[in-house]
């Protein structure tokens, strides 16, 4: 049975809750805090040992070294060229680091860390059944939560993409940033029975991620992925501590150049009955300028979507082509064409623009 099976009116796809008999009602009641969301789409990594946070720091994005009991924020792991490998939440609890992962990314991230362990004291567990539950903080629904405590502390991961954190930084240039009203917590509970209702599946929860601007790894994220690209700066890297794997291109991508890519948010016409999927193409005109990353009915805004486009894709209206149609698109642009550059090196003066009549051999 799903680990979440017992839920009353749950509609399942695989193990996964896609909702309860209505995504937008639900999405309404997660919104206001009043819903928990079953997430048998991410999975558990456990990391005990006295040198966990200090080895963690070394061979990921975050600063993560004097975390403190309670403490939470995101981390990546990057290639040697910078690019998005794995991603995760992060929650610490002052025996044990938690990493919260996508379902499809858990097993290979645990495993890359067992390779990276080496003569550290650390043990890396996956808990690839451990029962994973959404939900805004400040409402009933977190006051119906019994999170598991197996160190005294509860294991509640609260996202740090309401703001941007320490050390990161915020490519995004939009007034009233959707993310700060985005107050998404991930509850470790033990017994999926205990839960009461009223719950919302996975529909509702990816819609107002979405809406929040918030990337994935498991949407965002593709072979070419580079965290300015999506603004992940912003809540998974921290721009000063020391070095890691990928280190360098985030620096000089960040200081000196501009990302090749940028997520953008659409508003989709809602003529058609269609939402796009992941990957459906993005066009300017008759040239294809990315591609679709995310999509969502939301309860308010209709459908909408994330895709991650060219840098040199034009800021104004876009179509969407998918399943044979073709669906008009607002765009709201998140990461700017001209994100990066950041360090303002001064120009030099060129010799060609020396003053005339003045023999460079006779300077000074």
């Known amino acids: 049975m799903a680990r979440f099976g017992a839920l009353p009116d749950a509609v399942h796809d695989g193990d996964v809750v896609t909702h309860f008999g209505n995504p937008l009602i639900e999405q309404r009641q997660l919104a206001a805090g009043q819903a928990l969301s079953p997430l048998a789409?991410?999975?558990?990594?456990?990391?005990t040992g006295e040198d966990r946070l200090t080895w963690l720091d070394s061979i990921t994005s975050q600063f993560v070294a004097q975390l403190a009991p309670g403490d939470s924020t995101e981390l990546l792991v990057l290639d040697p060229q910078g690019r998005v490998e794995h991603a995760a939440g992060v929650l610490?609890?002052?025996?044990?680091v938690w990493l919260i992962a996508d379902a499809a990314d858990a097993e290979k991230?645990?495993?890359?860390?067992?390779?990276?362990?080496?003569?550290?004291?650390?043990?890396?567990?996956?808990?690839?059944?451990?029962?994973?539950v959404g939900f805004f903080a400040g409402g009933a629904a977190e006051a119906r939560i019994a999170a598991s405590t197996p160190n005294g502390v509860p294991l509640i991961w609260r996202d740090p993409w309401t703001?941007?954190?320490?050390?990161?930084?915020?490519?995004?240039?939009?007034?009233?940033h959707p993310a700060a009203e985005?107050?998404?917590?991930?509850?470790?509970?033990?017994?999926?029975?205990?839960l009461k209702?009223?719950?919302a599946g996975a529909l509702a929860a990816e819609a107002l991620r979405i809406a929040a601007w918030r990337p994935r790894w498991s949407h965002e994220v593709d072979e070419r992925s580079i965290p300015h690209e999506s603004d992940w700066i912003r809540s998974a890297v921290h721009m000063s501590k020391g070095c890691y794997r990928g280190q360098e291109t985030v620096a000089?991508?960040?200081?000196?150049g501009h990302p090749p890519r940028r997520l953008t948010a659409l508003h989709l016409d809602g003529t058609e009955v269609v939402l796009p999927a992941r990957g459906d193409a993005v066009f300017a005109g008759d040239d294809e300028v990315g591609q679709i990353t995310?999509?969502?009915?939301?309860?308010?805004?209709?459908?909408?979507?994330?895709?991650?486009?060219?840098r040199r894709a034009p800021v104004g209206d876009l179509i969407v082509h998918t399943e044979g149609t073709r669906i008009a698109a607002a765009q709201q642009v998140i990461v700017p064409a001209d994100a990066g550059a950041t360090a303002g090196v001064p120009r030099l003066t060129r010799l060609s623009r020396r003053p005339e009549g003045v023999d460079p051999r006779n300077a000074g």
């Open 92 to 96: 610490e609890d002052g025996t044990t």
């Open 197 to 199: 209702g009223p719950f």
């Open 252 to 256: 000089k991508v960040h200081n000196l």
């Open 294 to 310: 995310s999509a969502a009915l939301h309860y308010e805004d209709g459908p909408i979507a994330l895709a991650i486009l060219s």
């Open 41 to 47: 789409d991410r999975a558990l990594v456990e990391i």
């Open 109 to 132: 991230l645990a495993a890359w860390l067992q390779r990276m362990v080496f003569r550290s004291r650390v043990t890396v567990t996956l808990r690839a059944d451990a029962l994973l």
């Open 163 to 176: 703001h941007t954190q320490p050390g990161g930084h915020q490519y995004a240039a939009a007034e009233g």
């Open 182 to 194: 985005f107050s998404w917590s991930i509850a470790v509970v033990d017994d999926a029975a205990r």
